[in-house]
């Protein structure tokens, strides 16, 4: 029944799709009568358009006619020249009715899906156009700086046309360059660009002119289940220098190194027995032997050739389920106890066994006691409770111990962190080398992110394992994810070729559905099913057998790696065979441009990581399409599906012809983790001969099924994430609200009588709590307390009327003290130079205030953002009695919340009593700018930690 109402009504897609259609008959009836219209008549329906917006018109009313606008705009600009990045770009481009159709689904607040080549770009311009319109903030984010420019000078010809600014962010621009770019109808930027200026405006600033952007109305997101999706696990957080560090790195790396060495070579002994037991026909024996060392070195050469025989691949599958059962899981521990390091690849952990921990021990750098954290409660009531100890000499006890605790915890975690530099982080794969710094790989793209640091401590656990500059340890002044940055605007837009997959994901966390465009003509790609090989080895050999047939046709070809270190291994085979070659990745990201531009002429075979020159269309030159296009051949199957689509649709773009085929080994990282036992029970019975492909429909399925797997873990991890920064979300929107008044306020009195009053309220709940009680109404405490951290004196009689509640007590404590804070002001005011004018006077007074209101908030949120960071390491702990962590983060994140407040007040309440204005003195400024020059500097530009 359901299947029938499909056919009869259509997909709730199919229906929308049409519904945008009838829409596209209304702009393109608009754009018939724009062409009688001069230049000038055109470029003055901006200004109509913004003046109608004024006297009450809808942006939806407005669409047919600003979408012509923009058509008819395109259609003059055609075979005008434009010079782009050192290109000679001739305009060639007016939207196609699919292209409107993308472009209203994206005003709509939708995702729209274009496959590639369908002009994404250009589709755009038409929603960013509508909406500038209301001189609200206006962003188009992007992947890269390239990008960004790039569409800024391409694009931003149909705006500035038109009478629109447009503006690109990229990195390096001083804030007073963002600021004027911010100001621009238009802006285009990466992700990091808009999170990091938002975190600055918010946590940095220190003034409102220093603030650069104007809001969040309407954004655009390139390449969207990109960053959405693939980088919202990582939170953007600006740090900066600690006041002091306690970094050991340089002290433990050889020890660390040299327990990593000891665990490679038991490993490397126990493959050795186990081959020797295989071949003397022990079978079990080998066999245990062997997923021993894939426990303990996952990626050892015996362990992969001996899965090259399909019975040894699935008898160690069936001992790795059998020691997942329970009552076999002293003897799965009696086994492991012999490693020194356990590793789990699925989830990208390690665990010392109680063997590695005594090694440890007696390297140079170990302490039997490193992995042994102190009691604090029992070693305090041992102290308190020691007779011979004097007062003092118990505090300054208390003090060791916490000190010795501090530096075991410090050490303990530095260890932690070094072993999984080693263990677990891989030169050109999750990082490159450059200049003698640690450069980021994004995993996702294979661009190397500049400027970006690996956060609690890894990336200085990683120099350290390089021998390279250690650099300081850092503390995080601002923090938030992508997700949440994103939920500021009022409305957001999506476009990729890339994102049904991922629709569940984005109507969840972002509320966005997922619309799927139909192309302009219809796709004549070819997608011939993955060969699947036994070893690497084998599947190299096809790969260079594929290419080398392929170039015989001329044929371009592009070949997808997964990282650094593979784009480099096939370029070494290649050269070795003697094919003239181009690669990229993020060793030589910055010929991208030109290296792309060159992928689709004639015997052209580039080599790319994952980044694949996405947003850019690979273009057939002359002749290639006569030949069959553009052959993308993929080196393995991705941990997402996305991702293997988008290498596939480097190729066929606007109906040109083009191939894909994936190659697959066994050895790859997919197929060893997660691929199903069953597979394996089936390579059994038909492994083919040594070389041989398996090509199957079947494969392709399981494949995909592994696919999902991750990309379902994953999607667990963001929501995850997302669900711990939820809460500190309503935090950081109440800090970052206060902070907001506190810098756009011109008369800072009302914010300080509040605080005054909430001090005065929480002093007297702490001091007036009931008559009824012993001690439980306690003036002359309340009158001390204020004597100790405000300069007030009282009558006897104050406060003595035995009628007044606690509240009005405070009342009358927020008036008297808000009265001895304006005399106080009146006082500094005569410090100020005379010749100053009184008004002048008044707002250096206030800058002086609003300055001390601002540091200790900036002071008080940062130590409030490590404290959460503790509780959040912690919190996963109490999973153990039976509490849900995320339950107890809540409640515990709460708790220190309201302290943060009550402290805060407090804090800012005693510091505006204790500041002093000075008269001017020369000698005292020249004297401090000479010590300037000489010392480190007072404040760092904060770097920018993943």
């Known amino acids: 029944m359901f299947g029938l109402l499909k056919k009869l009504f259509g997909t709730a897609q199919e229906r929308t799709v049409k519904k945008y259609f009838k829409q596209v008959l209304l702009v393109n009836k608009f754009e018939e009568e724009y062409q009688k219209l001069s230049e000038e008549e055109l470029k ?12 009450g018109a809808l942006l939806d009313d407005l669409l047919p006619e600003a979408y012509a606008t923009v058509k008819n705009c395109c259609r003059r600009l055609v075979g005008t020249e434009f010079h782009v990045f050192g290109y000679n770009q001739r305009w060639d481009m007016i939207p196609y009715d699919v292209q409107v159709v993308g472009a209203i689904a994206m005003h709509a607040g939708s995702i729209a899906e274009m496959q590639t080549g369908e002009g994404k770009t250009l589709t755009a311009t038409m929603p960013l156009y509508l909406n500038a319109l209301t001189g609200k903030s206006v962003h188009l984010v992007t992947i890269n700086d390239y990008l960004a420019e790039r569409d800024c000078l391409w694009m931003g010809s149909i705006f500035r046309y038109l009478g629109l600014t447009c503006g690109a962010l990229t990195g390096g621009m001083h804030s007073h360059q963002r600021k004027e770019i911010y100001a621009c109808d238009i802006v285009y930027g990466t992700a990091s660009d808009f999170g990091f200026d938002y975190l600055r405006d918010n946590s940095i600033a220190i003034s409102h002119s220093q603030q650069v952007q104007r809001g969040h109305y309407f954004a655009i997101v390139d390449e969207v289940d990109s960053i959405l999706i693939d980088e919202a696990r990582t939170p953007l957080i600006i740090s ?29 002994k126990i493959a050795s027995e186990a081959k020797k037991l295989l071949d003397a026909g022990s079978r079990k024996e080998g066999t245990r032997k062997l997923w021993l060392v894939s426990k303990g070195l996952p990626n050892n050469k015996l362990i992969k050739r001996a899965k090259e025989d399909p019975d040894l691949r699935l008898a160690i599958d069936n001992t790795d389920t059998y020691f997942y059962n329970d009552q076999n899981k002293d003897e799965k521990n009696k086994l492991l106890s012999d490693l020194y390091v356990t590793i789990d690849e699925k989830s990208n952990e390690f665990e010392l066994t109680d063997k590695g921990i005594e090694a440890w021990a007696k390297t140079k750098a170990g302490h039997a006691n ?13 102290i308190e409770h020691n007779p011979s100890l004097e007062t003092a000499e118990k505090m300054q006890a208390k003090l060791s111990i916490s000190e010795e605790d501090r530096l075991r915890k410090e050490r303990s975690h530095n260890l932690r962190q070094l072993m999984r530099a080693h263990l677990l982080m891989e030169k050109d794969v999750d990082y490159i080398i450059q200049e003698g710094k640690i450069v980021i790989i994004d995993e996702n793209t294979g661009r190397a992110q500049a400027g970006r640091r690996f956060s609690d401590g890894l990336h200085q656990a990683i120099e350290a394992k390089e021998n390279l500059e250690i650099q300081g340890e850092t503390q995080t002044y601002a923090t938030i994810t992508l997700q949440n940055y994103f939920r500021l605007y009022t409305k957001i837009a999506g476009m990729t070729g890339t994102a049904i997959t991922e629709a569940h994901e984005f109507k969840e966390i972002y509320k966005l559905q997922v619309l799927q465009i139909p192309t302009h003509n219809p796709c004549k790609r070819v997608d011939a099913n993955d060969e699947v090989y036994m070893t690497e080895r084998e599947k190299y050999a096809a790969i260079l057998k594929e290419v080398m047939e392929v170039h015989k046709m001329q044929r371009p070809i592009l070949i997808g790696t997964e990282s650094v270190e593979v784009s480099e291994k096939l370029s070494r085979i290649f050269r070795q065979a003697g094919l003239a070659h181009t690669i990229l990745n993020a060793k030589h990201h910055d010929k991208e441009a030109a290296i792309v531009a060159d992928a689709g002429c004639l015997s052209a075979i580039t080599i790319s990581t994952n980044m694949a020159g996405r947003g850019t269309d690979i273009k057939l030159k002359q002749d290639v399409a006569q030949k069959g296009g553009l052959h993308v051949i993929g080196t393995t199957r991705h941990q997402s599906r996305r991702i293997d689509r988008q290498l596939r649709g480097r190729c066929a773009r606007l109906g040109d012809p083009g191939s894909s085929k994936f190659y697959v080994s066994f050895e790859d990282h997919l197929m ?48 995850h994430t997302l669900e711990y920064d939820d809460v500190m979300n309503m935090q950081r929107q109440a800090i970052y609200s206060l902070r907001g008044e506190i810098l756009h306020a011109t008369d800072l009195n009302s914010l300080l009588n509040e605080t005054f009053a909430a001090v005065c309220l929480e002093g007297s709940h702490r001091f007036l709590r009931n008559k009824s009680e012993d001690m439980g109404w306690d003036l002359e405490g309340l009158k001390k307390w204020l004597r100790e951290n405000f300069p007030l004196l009282f009558d006897d009689a104050f406060l003595e009327d035995d009628l007044l509640l606690a509240e009005e007590i405070a009342g009358m404590l927020t008036a008297k003290i808000m009265l001895a804070f304006e005399e106080k002001l009146e006082n500094d005011m005569t410090q100020i130079n005379t010749t100053i004018e009184p008004t002048r006077k008044k707002i250096i007074l206030q800058g002086a205030i609003r300055d001390i209101m601002l540091r200790r908030l900036d002071q008080r949120w940062q130590e409030h953002l490590l404290e959460m960071d503790y509780l959040r390491s912690e919190v996963s702990l109490r999973a153990v009695a039976q509490k849900d962590p995320l339950v107890e983060f809540k409640q515990e994140s709460f708790s ?7 402290d ?41 930690e993943i």
Not at 240 to 268: F, I, K, W
Not at 919 to 939: A, E, G, H, R, W
Request: hydrophobic share 35%; with cysteine.
């Open 44 to 55: 003055a329906k901006t200004k109509e358009f913004q003046q109608r917006l004024r006297e």
């Open 240 to 268: 900066g220098p600690t006041a002091e560090s306690h970094q050991m790195y340089d002290q433990l790396q050889d020890a660390a190194a040299e327990l990593v060495t000891l665990q490679r070579d038991y490993c490397n």
């Open 370 to 382: 490193d992995f042994m954290m102190l009691d604090l409660g029992h070693e305090y009531a041992q």
């Open 672 to 719: 060893r983790l997660f691929s199903s036992p069953g597979l394996t029970g089936m390579l059994k019975r038909f492994r083919p001969p040594e070389g041989e492909a398996i090509s199957a429909g079947i494969l392709n399925k399981s494949i995909e099924t592994a696919q999902k797997r991750i990309e379902q873990r994953n999607y667990t991890i963001r929501k």
């Open 896 to 902: 220190l919340f309201e302290k943060l407040n009550q």
């Open 904 to 944: 805060l007040k407090a804090s800012i309440a005693y510091d505006l009593f204790r500041f002093e204005m000075r008269p001017f003195d020369p000698l005292m400024m020249s004297m401090m700018q000479k010590n300037l020059q000489f010392n480190q500097p007072l404040i760092e530009e904060p770097s920018e």
